[in-house]
């Protein structure tokens, strides 16, 4: 084997462009076309690499081949990828619909009590199934107040016995404590959701 | 737990994690493709072909995760790069915490039973 161009090696390559020619008549056009000169690129950048270095049995063109894999396997592959569910769901597809529930999360606590008390009640539900907020925020969250603005409500059955002076002040508490908390929550969610540059230093670390 | 479940678990759990690996190559610098299949190649274990790792590439550059650039070069034919996108950053992201949360349970797990390896 004295050329990188050799025949016989020019043979091998050609065989095995074939097959994967011929397996990837299942893949739309696109994808075929892709896939094929990806694999030539593949097959003559190591070819190059055959060429400059000083051991020439180290990317023989049939161990190219070889560690390449069987064309079907590849072609294989290549359909498998148009399923869902081998897609990565990313983070950009998720984000959103994430966001609105939560954010839908957040209302129904905050007004949820005033729909007969049960949409706050799955308000809470949300809440602590949801993974985006702490147990702290979700114990504040569920006791700033339960039933949420519904909790003023109460407010003039309780203050009836008790001087007027102080029922701006329970107003104001009863309005105020969940309107806080919902903002408290909220900011979780429609804060940047990217990540501090601090895991990617942990990715190179581990 | 039969031996032959085991190395069936091993594999999809490769092919699972075999997305973030490319992801994470190309955290530092822009890789072309016979780079990327070479260098993943040469781990043990990573990959069993390496030509199925061009559809892969293919998937994650239709996602958005990668971005690709075709650029001549004086050795041999064009070379397509693939540069993580914004997208893949928050993606790998994601996928670091978690696959080390995982990883530090299992490890403790497996420890606590007496399982590590001495």
Redesign the interface.
């Known amino acids: 084997m004295t050329s990188s161009y050799d025949i016989a090696d020019d043979r091998l390559v050609a065989d095995y462009l074939n097959r994967l020619a011929a397996a990837a008549v299942s893949l739309p056009a696109d994808?075929r076309a892709?896939?094929f000169e990806?694999?030539s690129?593949?097959i003559?950048?190591?070819?190059?690499v055959r060429d400059?270095a000083a051991d020439t049995a180290s990317l023989a063109v049939a161990d190219v081949l070889e560690?390449?894999?069987?064309?079907e396997?590849?072609v294989r592959?290549?359909a498998?990828?148009g399923e869902p569910d081998?897609?990565?769901p990313?983070?950009?597809e998720r984000a959103p619909r994430r966001r609105v529930l939560d954010t839908g999360t957040v209302v129904l606590l905050l007004v949820g009590g005033l729909l007969i008390g049960l949409g706050w009640i799955v308000g809470v539900f949300m809440l602590w199934a949801s993974p985006r907020w702490r147990t702290s925020d979700k114990l504040v969250g569920t006791l700033v107040w339960p039933g949420g603005l519904a909790a003023v409500l109460v407010v003039p059955a309780f203050g009836a016995g008790l001087p007027p002076v102080l029922l701006p002040s329970l107003l104001l508490v009863g309005i105020g404590g969940p309107v806080v908390a919902a903002v408290r929550l909220l900011r979780h969610v429609w804060r940047a959701?990217?990540?501090p540059p601090a895991?990617?230093h942990?990715?190179?670390r581990? | 737990m039969l031996v032959g479940e085991a190395a069936n678990l091993v594999a999809q759990m490769r092919r699972g994690v075999l997305p973030y690996c490319v992801l994470a190559m190309l955290t530092t610098k822009e890789q072309y493709g016979f780079e990327i299949v070479h260098a993943l190649g040469g781990i043990d274990g990573m990959v069993t072909g390496e030509g199925t790792i061009y559809p892969l590439l293919a998937r994650l550059r239709r996602q958005g995760l990668v971005e690709t650039t075709w650029q001549e070069s004086t050795t041999g034919p064009p070379r397509k790069y693939y540069r993580l996108a914004e997208a893949g950053q928050d993606a790998l992201a994601e996928f670091t915490e978690s696959w080390q949360r995982l990883r530090d349970s299992v490890d403790d797990l497996l420890a606590s039973s007496g399982q590590e390896p001495s």
């Open positions: 994808r892709e896939l990806e694999i690129v593949h003559a950048e190591a070819r190059t400059r560690r390449l894999g069987q064309p396997d590849i592959a290549a498998e990828d081998a897609a990565i990313t983070p950009a959701p990217a990540r895991d990617r942990t990715l190179r581990a």
